[in-house]
């Protein structure tokens, strides 16, 4: 049963991500022209679609409203069958619909899509309480919803994997020296971080221990189904560190909330005790939530 409020947490923090890309950016930011592209939203094909072509191009800051209360609706927790659907809306909207979407937006509108089965399954009315054991929680509906995650954990498990081997093929990553270049380029970071950054990668040996260390956790990520269950803490430990890095050094704050949550669906398994026995946060034990139920087998 998968059921529980840590799938409400996972929902959760993908809408904030969003909440906050369209709660700190303005309209023009988001929606600004792009030079052989043209205006956005651009609102052609299945991006028409999209919550922000619903409203005229006048009222965008309209939409952008109508957005937050959905994501905040989702953050509440209710009706998970309904808000599931919507927040499968507003993340399309957002990575189709304004200028520059970066690659959370793109990879939240993806998890939240692989969601809606386990929302439309759903049988709770607010997703931050534990499925009640009965004749709602049919098989079939409990199959479906299982799949739906499992499928999550393969398309992140695939994410890293395409992450690791485009890299791979990069002169910069494989010689070692990408980080020196981006820490002294122009989508580097600036000021006292600039500075610190330099000292790091302008030593080649820390350097080429960086890019590569990047790699290797990529790859552990890309493999994380196939080892077992004892070391999926250290994997998401890892993880939260390279998408930390990212963040401070590159500035891409919603990339990390997204993958925070991506990383959390990919290293917990299936039968942990957070999807069997519900998550609270006064005895929420973080450690062993990584460790399978000794009831069940699958530590996927």
């Known amino acids: 049963m998968v059921w529980s409020p840590f799938i409400g947490l996972i929902r959760s923090i993908l809408a904030l991500g969003s909440v906050l890309t369209l709660l700190f950016t303005s309209s023009d930011s988001l929606f600004r022209p792009v030079l052989g592209v043209g205006s956005y939203p651009l609102c052609r094909g299945v991006e028409s679609w999209g919550l922000f072509c619903v409203f005229p191009r006048e009222q965008l800051g309209l939409a952008k409203f109508v957005a937050i209360i959905i994501l905040l609706l989702v953050i509440s927790g209710l009706l998970p069958q309904l808000?599931?659907?919507?927040?499968?809306?507003?993340?399309?909207?957002?990575?189709?619909?304004?200028?520059?979407?970066?690659?959370?937006?793109?990879?939240?509108?993806?998890?939240?899509?692989?969601?809606?089965?386990?929302?439309?399954?759903?049988?709770?009315?607010?997703?931050?309480?534990?499925?009640?054991?009965?004749?709602?929680?049919?098989?079939?509906r409990a199959g479906i919803a299982a799949v739906s995650l499992a499928a999550m954990k393969v398309q992140i498990s695939i994410l890293y994997f395409y992450s690791m081997t485009g890299k791979m093929f990069q002169t910069e990553w494989a010689e070692g020296s990408a980080l020196y270049y981006i820490g002294s380029g122009f989508f580097g970071p600036s000021g006292t971080l600039k500075d610190a950054f330099a000292l790091l990668s302008e030593n080649p040996l820390i350097s080429i221990?960086?890019?590569?260390?990047?790699?290797?956790?990529?790859?552990?990520?890309?493999?994380t189904l196939l080892t077992p269950?004892?070391?999926?803490?250290?994997?998401?430990?890892?993880?939260?560190?390279?998408?930390?890095?990212?963040?401070?050094?590159?500035?891409?704050?919603?990339?990390?909330?997204?993958?925070?949550?991506?990383?959390?669906?990919?290293?917990?398994?299936?039968?942990?005790?957070?999807?069997?026995?519900?998550?609270?946060?006064?005895?929420?034990?973080?450690?062993?939530?990584?460790?399978?139920?000794?009831?069940?087998?699958?530590?996927?």
């Open 83 to 140: 808000t599931g659907i919507l927040h499968w809306w507003v993340a399309f909207s957002v990575a189709s619909g304004i200028s520059i979407p970066d690659g959370g937006d793109q990879i939240t509108s993806n998890l939240v899509l692989l969601l809606i089965p386990v929302c439309v399954t759903d049988p709770r009315l607010n997703h931050w309480t534990r499925a009640a054991t009965g004749t709602l929680l049919l098989p079939s």
């Open 209 to 223: 221990g960086m890019t590569w260390g990047a790699l290797l956790i990529e790859l552990l990520l890309a493999v």
């Open 229 to 300: 269950t004892r070391y999926r803490l250290v994997w998401f430990s890892l993880g939260c560190s390279l998408h930390i890095g990212i963040a401070l050094f590159l500035g891409i704050w919603t990339f990390k909330i997204a993958m925070f949550a991506a990383l959390a669906v990919l290293t917990v398994p299936m039968a942990s005790t957070v999807y069997i026995s519900g998550l609270t946060l006064r005895r929420f034990d973080f450690k062993n939530s990584f460790n399978p139920s000794p009831r069940y087998s699958n530590d996927v």
